[in-house]
């Protein structure tokens, strides 16, 4: 079987001369839960953009489950579900509506939509804001909302940039829940978080990124044996340079 996510040498640069991704190449296997951790400004927005047909490479390649994202992008987007890190939600749509239109963009018939359309909404707690505009939700419920979206239509892949972030820890602890559910049904994920006690809960392996460059790929054990360190959040300060921040 086709890995979910494969990129091969894969470099971003912008007509300004930035290079955002330089040389990346990393593998997702199909079910895997895999994180992206890196400090803002160092190409984890910039890998998801080029995966799901937001910003175009400028070399190297980008398969989802064996569909080049570029030059069979309709199939491989169809293979993702994308949960931005900034909530891009209608402010003018129902709940039922952002989840309606989604999946009728991804060609789900009429019944399919409003059986998924049901079960998201109890799984998401949103079942009694169904009818209501999306400008009224709270910053939890939108949050909710754009996750049940990214699944809409059943996505063999899911990215998931940031999901609680700014969520209360109650929100925060039902989402990883039901984030876990979906994976052990089947779903592969790749997750970006700030929160490393997220990242090490919920992920069979993470690659730190730094200045558009994989720096290090691995196990939490093993992440943390590569800067001959004791946990992850050490790990990740090495990274970033930052070593006498560690409580330790």
Known sequence: MPAALAIRDLYKRYPTGVEALKNVSLEIPEGAFFGLLGPNGAGKST???CTTGLARPSSGSIEVFGHDAVDHYQKARVGVGLAPQEINLDMFLTVEQVL????GYFGMSRRDRAARIKELLEAFSLEEKRK??????SGGMKRRLTLARAL???PPLVILD?????VDIELRLELWRYIERVNTEGTSIMLTTHYLEEAERMCDRIAFINHGEIVAEG???ELTAHYGVATLEDAY???????????A
């Not at 209501?132 to 939700?137: E, G, P, S």
């Open 162 to 166: 940031e999901p609680t972030a700014g």
């Open 219 to 221: 196990t939490v054990p």
């Open 100 to 103: 309606d239109y989604h999946g």
């Open 132 to 137: 209501d505009a999306t400008r009224f939700l």
């Open 47 to 49: 890998l998801i953009h």
């Open 152 to 154: 809409m239509h059943n």
């Open 237 to 247: 300060l090495a990274l970033v340079g930052r070593e006498e921040l560690a409580r």
